[in-house]
């Protein structure tokens, strides 16, 4: 028997109701509300139906456009992490680590001697180190020098690239030191520097 379809089956029942003498008209009023109920039942089953249909191409529809923009999201992200890796490559061709010993940057000094990128780390902060005690000690003779020429009156001059020191105090004392060597005597005691005669 061939399966048939709704409305075909609603006709037979509404031209059964009606050509049909024999049925009580009770029966033909419950012939025809089951009828009626039977339209309504497929009129909401096909809502339904278009709400499905609906519901499931719109999210077939959301889904392409999140596949559309992951795929996007997926393509720009590759793209900048190969961005991102050639920086590093370019770094790391200009700076080798020690323990890398297949490629190893280096310099050459003026004796051609390789030296690598932690060797010239290295120098360069010995350099510093004995830059900065340089600056310490000349820190402390310029410290020296202003107590000499306070104490003792002297003044440093220069002329056409020679240096030389003048003091009246210090220049009066060596000229008395060669005629009163023999006299001068130090008291300890007292700390002090005295002529005897």
């Not at 059964?16 to 029966?27: F, R």
């Not at 310099?107 to 120098?123: A, F």
Request: proline content about 2%; cysteine-free.
């Amino acid at each position: 028997m061939k399966t048939r379809e709704y409305k075909d089956i609603i006709r037979d029942l509404k031209t059964l109701s009606s050509e049909n003498e024999q049925i009580t008209p009770e029966i033909r009023s419950q012939l025809e509300g089951y009828t009626a109920e039977i339209e309504r039942k497929i009129k909401m089953d096909a809502k339904d139906y278009l709400f499905t249909v609906l519901f499931l191409f719109i999210l077939l529809l959301g889904a392409a456009f999140m596949w559309i923009i992951t795929d996007l999201q997926k393509k720009d992200l590759k793209t900048d992490n190969q961005q991102k890796q050639r920086v590093i490559e370019q770094y790391e061709k200009l700076i080798r680590f020690e323990n890398d010993s297949t490629h190893t940057f280096v310099y050459r000094t003026k004796d051609g001697r390789p030296i690598t990128y932690q060797e010239l780390m290295d120098e360069n902060l010995d350099l510093l180190k004995e830059n900065a005690n340089l600056k310490n000690e000349l820190s402390d003779k310029d410290v020296y020098l202003d107590v000499i020429k306070k104490n003792y009156g002297i003044t440093i001059k220069h002329k056409d690239h020679r240096i030389w020191a003048e003091g009246a105090k210090v220049d009066s004392a060596l000229m008395l030191l060669s005629v009163y060597r023999d006299q001068l005597r130090y008291d300890p005691q007292k700390k002090v520097w005295f002529v005897d005669r």
